[in-house]
């Protein structure tokens, strides 16, 4: 059975840093890429970045780009969202999903960002 | 970017009834469509990707149709554990992009 877990969120103040992780088991952790997904208080779903299962190649929103970086560590089936400069619209939930059709999520993790 | 747009933004409906959600780009993503169902305070949950092919576990109730820009996710007939809030989302090109959602509720 695939599962994710994510961890690392609370509360941080503007301008902040964090760092979000993602425990995956259950499949052949390397052989996926793993997206960040997040939904604002109320809102909908944003995608927010994309990882190879390789790691060669990465992709962000134009919303996160130069801010956050999403990163894997294939020998220990996790994967990271470093997140920078943070911002209050930035506060959500995020999820890590599977593969670029996210087939598989996790519970997710709140974030808040707030002085 | 590929913009999704979904259509109605919510809709009342009765257990039993067949129910069909609209689902457009603004440009040919060929089928690279998934469709999610999300209900309050839990994760959202994949039902179909390559606009037709049926998540493992996925009651066959749900179904999906469409190619290069109008989509449709039907449900035959609606159960009370169908009411929830559902998402599209294109996957051909980056920035992947979801669609506003479509929130099912009782009438």
């Known amino acids: 059975e695939v599962q994710l877990v994510e961890s690392g969120g609370r509360l941080v103040q503007p301008g902040g840093s964090l760092r979000l992780s993602c425990t995956a088991s259950?499949?052949?952790?390397?052989?996926?890429?793993m997206n960040w997904v997040r939904q604002a208080p109320g809102k909908g779903l944003e995608w927010v970045s994309l990882i190879s299962g390789s790691a060669g190649e990465t992709f962000y929103a134009d919303s996160v780009k130069g801010r956050f970086t999403i990163s894997r560590d294939n020998s220990k089936n996790t994967l990271y969202l470093q997140m920078n400069s943070l911002r209050a619209e930035d506060t959500a939930v995020y999820y890590c999903?599977?593969?670029?059709?996210?087939?598989?999520w996790g519970q997710g993790t709140l974030v808040t960002v707030s002085s | 970017d590929i913009q999704m747009t979904q259509s109605p933004s919510s809709l009342s409906a009765s257990v039993g009834d067949r129910v069909n959600i609209t689902c457009r780009a603004s440009q040919d993503i060929s089928n690279y469509l998934a469709w999610f169902q999300q209900k309050p305070g839990k994760a959202p949950k994949s039902l179909i990707y390559a606009a037709s092919s049926l998540q493992s576990g996925v009651p066959s109730k749900f179904s999906g149709s469409g190619s290069g820009t109008d989509f449709t996710l039907t449900i035959s007939s609606l159960q009370p554990e169908d009411f929830a809030t559902y998402y599209c989302?294109?996957?051909?090109?980056?920035?992947?992009?979801f669609g506003p959602g479509t929130k099912v509720d009782i009438k």
């Open positions: 999903t599977k593969r670029g059709y996210s087939d598989s």
């Open positions: 989302q294109q996957y051909r090109t980056y920035p992947l992009t």
């Open positions: 259950g499949f052949t952790f390397v052989s996926f890429a």
